[in-house]
């Protein structure tokens, strides 16, 4: 029986490829009130008024505000610097992952990837930030 008194936590999903959002939406909203956007200025705006994720899901290449982009810009921020980023890309070289790491993404998957992987990396990053853990599998 699901306890009905602990809150979902929230995700915001940055992707631009609609089948994939879709996906990432399908796969989250068991454990998660899900939030998505096709770029980055329409999340970055979100953000800013007030609305703190637990977890931000972002490809890499999206329009307007890029995913390495909007990486920088909330980890500079002292107010958006704590929140847990995955970035999502179809771009395996090693120096865009260790890139995105020096900037301080907290994980990095490459496309096409497996939901339960992403759900188990997700917990991993919930349990580091002290965060509950998703208990419910899609």
Do not use: W
Not at 19 to 37: D, K, P, R
Not at 43 to 63: M, V, Y
């Amino acid at each position: 029986m699901e306890n009905t008194n602990t809150p979902l936590q929230k995700v915001v999903i940055i992707e631009d490829d609609l089948a994939i959002q879709t996906l990432l939406c399908t796969v989250l909203e068991y454990n998660f009130i899900v939030t998505a956007f096709d770029n980055g200025m329409e999340a970055l705006s979100f953000l800013q008024k007030g609305n703190i994720p637990d977890i931000i899901i972002s490809d890499l290449n999206t329009p307007e505000l890029n995913g390495y982009d909007m990486l920088l810009q909330l980890k500079a921020s002292s107010f958006f610097s704590s929140i847990p980023i995955i970035i999502l890309s179809g771009e395996e070289g090693s120096d865009t992952r260790i890139k995105c790491f020096e900037a301080g993404a907290d994980d990095y998957i490459i496309k096409p990837f497996n939901p339960r992987e992403l759900e188990v990396r997700i917990n991993a990053i919930l349990k580091r930030y002290g965060k509950t853990l998703i208990t419910k599998h899609f």
